[in-house]
């Protein structure tokens, strides 16, 4: 599946595209990510957890990272297992910052691919309202961790861990009262 997503950071392009470099600190603002290797190549071992009603996945594997700092691009190719369930995952992401009304624009296109048991919620309209949430959850953890005082309270902020099923629930919700909005004609 495919999934594309712009946002809004409120900080400047380079600095922004700074934070993209350091890995472990974008890690720590992805809900459900851990990194637990550096190889010193670009590539980097670790693990992301998701936990959807009753089921929890979590894939371990690898990610090659590249980027271009003169178009401010960069490129992720990551798969990985989920041990317990059987599911595997796979995604390339390409991501480009340019500047926009005093911070920075961010566009995402990722391309996921997933088989095995965490198929059954690889929905793409409700992936996408997730991915949605998600993000703000790493727009805001980002934000935070770029108006730190110094670097030592930059490290202390972390994304909160992946709620799974108040994640769905609050998608879910979202959707039915807009619905519902249309359906009464308060939009």
């Not at 997730?130 to 730190?148: G, H, P, S």
């Not at 879910?172 to 009464?184: D, F, N, R, T």
């Given at each position: 599946m495919k999934i594309t997503q712009e946002f809004q950071v409120a900080g400047a392009p380079a600095n922004v595209f700074g934070f993209f470099q350091d890995v472990a600190s974008v890690a720590q603002c992805m809900p459900g990510a851990e990194l637990t290797d550096n190889h010193g190549d670009g590539s980097y071992t670790g693990s992301v957890s998701v936990r959807l009603g009753p089921m929890t996945a979590r894939f371990e594997g690898?990610?090659?990272?590249?980027?271009?700092?003169?178009?401010?691009?960069?490129?992720?190719?990551?798969?990985?297992?989920?041990?317990?369930?059987?599911?595997?995952?796979?995604?390339?992401?390409?991501?480009?910052?340019?500047?926009?009304?005093?911070?920075?624009?961010?566009?995402?296109d990722a391309d996921i691919t997933i088989s095995g048991t965490a198929a059954q919620f690889g929905r793409t309209g409700l992936l996408n309202q997730i991915t949605q949430r998600l993000i703000q959850q790493f727009v805001d953890c980002l934000e935070a961790k770029l108006e730190a005082?110094?670097?030592?309270?930059?490290?202390?902020?972390?994304?909160?861990?992946?709620?799974?099923?108040?994640?769905?629930?609050?998608?879910?919700?979202?959707?039915?009262?807009?619905?519902?909005?249309?359906?009464?004609?308060?939009?």
């Amino acid at each position: 599946m495919k999934i594309t997503q712009e946002f809004q950071v409120a900080g400047a392009p380079a600095n922004v595209f700074g934070f993209f470099q350091d890995v472990a600190s974008v890690a720590q603002c992805m809900p459900g990510a851990e990194l637990t290797d550096n190889h010193g190549d670009g590539s980097y071992t670790g693990s992301v957890s998701v936990r959807l009603g009753p089921m929890t996945a979590r894939f371990e594997g690898r990610a090659t990272i590249t980027a271009d700092p003169d178009a401010m691009t960069g490129n992720i190719i990551g798969k990985g297992v989920d041990r317990r369930g059987g599911s595997r995952g796979n995604v390339a992401v390409d991501y480009a910052l340019a500047a926009s009304d005093g911070g920075t624009m961010v566009k995402v296109d990722a391309d996921i691919t997933i088989s095995g048991t965490a198929a059954q919620f690889g929905r793409t309209g409700l992936l996408n309202q997730i991915t949605q949430r998600l993000i703000q959850q790493f727009v805001d953890c980002l934000e935070a961790k770029l108006e730190a005082e110094n670097p030592e309270d930059a490290a202390a902020i972390e994304a909160d861990d992946v709620k799974g099923i108040s994640l769905v629930a609050s998608t879910v919700g979202s959707s039915v009262a807009k619905g519902a909005k249309k359906l009464l004609g308060r939009d």
